[in-house]
């Protein structure tokens, strides 16, 4: 199946700071990509659809000013945490859906823990 | 979306075959079901996608009955290696929507 990664798998950043995390496609073209985000022993939570070329749709509770997700090209978005805080510790999931195969490929996620 | 419904854990033994059922009393015409597998710390990876009837790859086995308002996963002779949560989702074919995930399947695989 396709192939989606990425980076950093893990980091801990001090409380206040940003933390950027991309997300790429590696062998086809993403025109939407997705975030999640996983809490502890919980399910897997939709944030917000990346689109390409255009602004992202963020489900209700997101804040789009502190999750700030960027979707230059066909292959890349990046979601930037913003002023990070301890509760923004979490596990974040990217996935790109590929429209010739009809499935969703999740990336391995991104573990982010804010002291 | 039509909600799903899932035993919350499941327990069996090495070489056993595991069905999971899930509930979607409310499944739209154009909906498909798909499972998801996840282990600790991953991202969650596609098992297997169907409509109606059986769909089998090499990995699992989908069930689904002709009123499609529940769908069983059958996973033949599973190992350790099994041990993950299990989604059950609906909704129309992936890749263009996000996906609404329930509160999934814990299978504990023992020796």
């Known amino acids: 199946g396709a192939v989606v990664s990425q980076h950093p798998s893990r980091v801990i950043c001090k409380s206040g700071t940003s933390v950027k995390i991309e997300c790429r496609s590696l062998?086809?073209?993403?025109?939407?990509m997705f975030w999640y985000r996983q809490f502890p022993k919980q399910s897997l939570m939709l944030m917000a659809t990346s689109n390409e070329g255009s602004k992202a749709t963020y489900e209700q509770g997101v804040e789009k000013d502190k999750f700030l997700i960027n979707h230059a090209s066909l292959t890349l978005s990046t979601l930037t945490v913003t002023s990070a805080h301890p509760e923004d510790s979490s596990f974040y999931i990217c996935?790109?859906?590929?429209?010739?195969?009809?499935?969703?490929?999740f990336g391995p996620g991104t573990r982010l823990t804010v002291t | 979306l039509a909600k799903t419904t899932q035993p919350i854990s499941m327990d069996s033994y090495e070489g056993q075959e595991v069905n999971i059922t899930c509930s979607h009393n409310?499944?739209?015409?154009?909906?498909?079901i798909t499972w998801y597998q996840q282990f600790p710390s991953q991202g969650p990876r596609f098992i297997i996608q169907?409509?109606?009837t059986k769909v089998t790859n090499e990995v699992a086995s989908l069930f689904i009955p002709a009123d499609r308002k529940s769908s069983t996963l059958s996973l033949p002779r599973v190992s350790l290696s099994d041990t993950a949560v299990y989604y059950c989702?609906?909704?129309?074919?992936?890749?263009?929507?996000?996906?609404?995930f329930g509160k999934g399947t814990h299978l504990i695989i023992q020796p």
């Open positions: 169907g409509y109606k």
């Open positions: 996935s790109a859906g590929d429209l010739l195969t009809y499935e969703q490929y």
């Open positions: 062998d086809f073209q993403a025109t939407t």
């Open positions: 989702l609906v909704g129309e074919r992936g890749g263009a929507d996000g996906l609404t």
């Open positions: 409310n499944i739209a015409t154009n909906d498909y």
